[in-house]
């Protein structure tokens, strides 16, 4: 199992963003891929989940409406994207193997966005 | 949803023992088994040390450990190695988001 993700952004606030996450050595459509938050020097935040197969997507209360989750499974590519970006959206983001009740074992290596104007 | 309840840093000298808790509610940690702890190194991805509240995955050292009373999870490391300083993670399967995932705010280990 492997998930490999975009690499690092230098935004300005206003811009738009969308990274990726590339899943391969397992069934990419029978999994979900969820995001994960770390702003520097702070801990872990879930912020939604995808289901491949069909593109439903889970929201965590605090990330709905700021982010967007989408999949592409004919490229085994999941997609986290912003609109309009603020200096607080300043983290790394990590992909993830997700299914309900599991653990989260596979990650992808991460993926910085710095916005500053 | 609000994230588990972890203390902010943990400390103990190399060989000895320390538990890091995780608190939460029925509809998280005490509600379900699904209960995870992850090791982050500065830098580094997260890495699973203990899932289902006290199972270990293949290549993890015994002296990591889990477990659970009432809606309190807890993560034992024993005989301390100067490797183990990082931050430490756990999370819980919810009911509470539709995200069914929730992590815990994040333990630094610091060995002494």
């Known amino acids: 199992v492997q998930l490999v993700q975009s690499g690092a952004e230098v935004k300005k606030p206003g811009e738009s963003l969308k990274i990726s996450c590339k899943g391969s050595?397992?069934?990419?459509?029978?999994?979900?891929i969820g995001w994960v938050r770390q702003v520097p020097g702070k801990g872990l935040e879930w912020m939604g989940i995808?289901?491949?197969?069909?593109?439903?997507?889970r929201y965590s209360p605090s990330f709905q409406g700021q982010v967007t989750l989408s999949v592409d499974k004919s490229i085994s590519t999941a997609y986290l994207q912003w609109s309009s970006l603020r200096a607080s959206d300043t983290a790394m983001y990590y992909c993830?193997?997700?299914?309900?009740?599991?653990?989260?074992?596979?990650w992808g290596q991460g993926t910085l966005v710095t916005v500053s104007s | 949803q609000s994230a588990l309840t972890q203390p902010a840093s943990v400390s103990g000298s190399p060989g000895q023992s320390i538990t890091i808790s995780c608190a939460g509610t029925?509809?998280?940690?005490?509600?379900?088994?699904?209960v995870s702890w992850y090791q982050q190194h500065p830098g580094k991805a997260p890495k699973l040390v203990i899932y289902?509240?006290?199972d270990r995955p293949s290549g993890v050292s015994n002296r990591f450990s889990g477990s659970k009373s009432g809606n309190t999870a807890s993560l034992t490391i024993s005989g301390l190695q100067a490797d183990d300083e990082a931050d430490y993670y756990c999370?819980?399967?919810?009911?509470?988001?539709?995200?069914?995932?929730?992590f815990g705010g994040g333990t630094k280990l610091t060995v002494l």
């Open positions: 289902d509240v006290s």
């Open positions: 993830a193997k997700y299914n309900y009740g599991e653990p989260v074992a596979y």
């Open positions: 999370s819980s399967y919810t009911i509470t988001s539709a995200s069914t995932l929730v």
């Open positions: 995808i289901y491949p197969a069909d593109s439903d997507t």
């Open positions: 029925s509809s998280d940690v005490g509600g379900y088994n699904y």
């Open positions: 050595g397992y069934s990419f459509s029978s999994f979900w």
